[in-house]
């Protein structure tokens, strides 16, 4: 008995097919956990967005309306997340506050992938003294924390949604060109570019259909990332009091204002965190997705 | 050993990097507002005033020139002299200096103290309930904004339980252990981010670990799970978690701006911002340069370490 199991177990049929087995079993995990991810983190995104819509197209309360009168009312059918100090619906401020973010981070973001692309992209490209010099200005840029660069362009440039945004953008610019440059040094060695070149294909054309295909993950990748530590950002910078200025609302303003009130208004502190925490989770979760999606590995 | 050519090639690039990094420095500061004496002293000075801030600052002189003397004297450790507090700034850091270094080597202690083991623990785990609780964990860990931690432990550990002070600082020399509790709340804020961060990139590094051949080997020999596991792959998973260790070093300076200020600490984050409040520039400027510098020391010192860690690393 034991010798016929042997010999089944040593048959190329039999092990290839334990192997198989193997693997079908680990496939709908990791196909389950990509999945999950971005149900999660595509339904969590989607109401924020809701949110911002709402805010939008007025369906909220006026998000700066004060009435000292409401002060400091807990969540309840008229302000389904409460009032802050000052009487206003804490439920509009978060929906006016994920236009904010949305805003800034996305608005980040873009300017940062567009200047630190094209810039990874020309050093990666050029290679010799414009490699050598772009890539020392990204590593003199890459010394300072992405919020230190962030604050120091806020504090010449001022405050306010479009300088915010601006700080933000270039203090993330390294990173982007960094992942580019990357791309395009091994692009340019590569025997398809080198082909290309040989058959007389323009550079545009090379770095459009050959080159930028290849890096176009990597940075999707790191503009989920992006998107998320640009809120984050944005947040912090509006505690500071160096973002997004009162009476406009922001979550990291809010948090700050309602602070002092802690003790008396739990829910004044938890609504603009957990907004902020849902919006980065929700991005984070998007990031992994994409990244498990795009690496051939997990793939 | 690493190579001296090796490290003397590190060191130029760290100097080279210095350099850029103070030119940034001066440039955001003195050239894209236009005029830092107006920025201080608001469009609607008396012009006799601004030109006495402007002389005051050496603004007076060629742009190049003010570079030149403001390069030598960060480089001999003179960063001006803060406008509103009539001190040098590189004492009024000094000063500060303490509170914020612990803040940060106390974070970062933690960081490691609880970030390896759970990484490890969930690779060791792997696909069980504690592998998914430490993932779940590690999710809300990268999600959550310090600021917000920071504000629910106050209410949770000093409002409701009364355990730990909601703030300030107690000086070292005072009474070692106040300060140190006084340290914990925000540290644990402030490295939240961190421990998830080290915490999965334990599990990675330690998963790939058990695949390799010498962990089959020890198993074959019949070397007990724990040696295997502590012994042979932990060590071996531990050389890219230096690197990430390092770089986060760097990110806490940074990150304790908003901690401080959470917590009301007396440290370089608080000092900036009272600056930039009061448009104190020569102080803002001089605690950007340093936290700069500080940050490309720290990644020097990462570089070398890995190299003494990983033999396989090579030098070109």
């Known amino acids: ?299 | 050993m690493v190579p001296l050519q090796y490290l003397w090639r590190r060191l130029s690039a760290l100097v080279v990097t210095l350099l850029i990094a103070s030119t940034i420095t001066f440039v955001v500061f003195n050239i894209i507002p236009g005029d830092p004496a107006m920025l201080m002293l608001g469009t609607e000075a008396d012009p006799e005033v601004l030109a006495n801030l402007r002389r005051q600052l050496g603004l007076d002189l060629p742009l190049h020139v003010q570079y030149f003397q403001w390069l030598r004297g960060a480089a001999l450790g003179d960063l001006g002299t803060s406008i509103r507090l009539g001190r040098p700034v590189a004492s009024l850091i000094l000063e500060r200096l303490p509170v914020t270094a612990s803040l940060a080597v106390l974070a970062m202690a933690l960081t490691i103290i609880i970030g390896v083991p759970a990484g490890a623990y969930g690779a060791a785990r792997r696909g069980r309930a504690a592998d998914y609780l430490i993932a779940i964990f590690t999710q809300v860990g990268l999600a959550i904004p310090h600021f917000w931690l920071g504000i629910l432990l106050i209410l949770l550990f000093s409002m409701r339980w009364q355990l730990l002070p909601p703030g300030g600082f107690v000086p070292w020399g005072k009474d070692p252990w106040q300060a140190f509790l006084s340290l914990l709340l925000p540290a644990l804020a402030l490295a939240s981010h961190r421990i998830a961060q080290v915490a999965r990139i334990t599990r990675t590094s330690m998963l790939d670990a058990l695949h390799k051949d010498y962990i089959r080997t020890g198993r074959g020999k019949g070397l007990p799970e724990t040696i295997l596991l502590f012994k042979h792959a932990l060590k071996n998973s531990l050389i890219p978690v230096v690197t990430v260790a390092g770089m986060q070093f760097a990110g806490l300076l940074a990150g304790s701006i908003v901690a401080e200020e959470v917590f009301a600490l007396p440290g370089l984050g608080r000092l900036l911002l009272q600056a930039i409040g009061y448009r104190d520039l020569p102080l803002v400027q001089g605690i950007s340069l340093f936290i700069a510098a500080v940050v490309v020391i720290i990644n020097f010192m990462t570089d070398i370490l890995y190299l003494l860690l990983d033999p396989r690393v090579r030098y070109d």
Request: charged share 15%.
């Open chain 1, 1 to 299: 008995m034991a010798v016929v199991w042997r010999a089944k177990r040593l048959t190329i049929k039999g092990w290839s097919s334990e192997a198989e087995g193997f693997r079908q079993r680990a496939r709908p995990r990791r196909l389950q956990r990509r999945q999950l991810s971005i149900w999660l983190g595509g339904s969590l995104l989607l109401v924020i967005c809701l949110a911002a819509a709402a805010s939008w197209w007025g369906l909220t309360l006026e998000p700066n309306a004060m009435n000292i009168r409401e002060r400091l009312l807990p969540p309840g059918p008229g302000h389904w997340l409460g009032t802050d100090h000052f009487g206003r619906d804490i439920f509009a401020r978060i929906a006016y506050g994920s236009r904010i973010a949305l805003l800034v981070g996305g608005g980040s973001t873009l300017l940062a992938a567009t200047l630190g692309a094209s810039l990874g992209a020309w050093a990666g490209y050029k290679g010799g003294w414009w490699d050598e010099l772009i890539m020392r200005l990204i590593d003199g840029l890459m010394a300072f924390p992405g919020i230190l660069l962030a604050i120091m362009l806020v504090t010449v440039m001022g405050p306010g949604l479009g300088n915010t945004m601006i700080a933000i953008g270039m203090a993330n610019v390294p990173v982007f060109a960094r992942i580019t440059r990357g791309v395009f040094l091994t692009g340019r060695n590569a025997l398809y570019v080198e082909a290309a070149h040989a058959l007389g294909a323009r550079t545009w054309d090379i770095i459009r259909y050959h080159i930028l295909p290849n890096g176009i993950g990597p940075i999707l990748v790191q503009a989920t990332v992006t998107f998320a530590t640009a809120i984050l950002t944005e947040a912090s910078l509006s505690y500071l009091g160096l973002g997004i200025q009162p009476p406009d609302a922001s979550w990291g303003r809010m948090l700050k204002e309602a602070q002092p009130q802690m003790g008396r208004a739990l829910w004044s502190v938890l609504a603009p965190g957990a907004a902020i925490f849902i919006t980065v989770m929700a991005l984070n979760l998007m990031g992994d997705a994409i990244r498990d999606r795009l690496d051939p590995e997990t793939r």
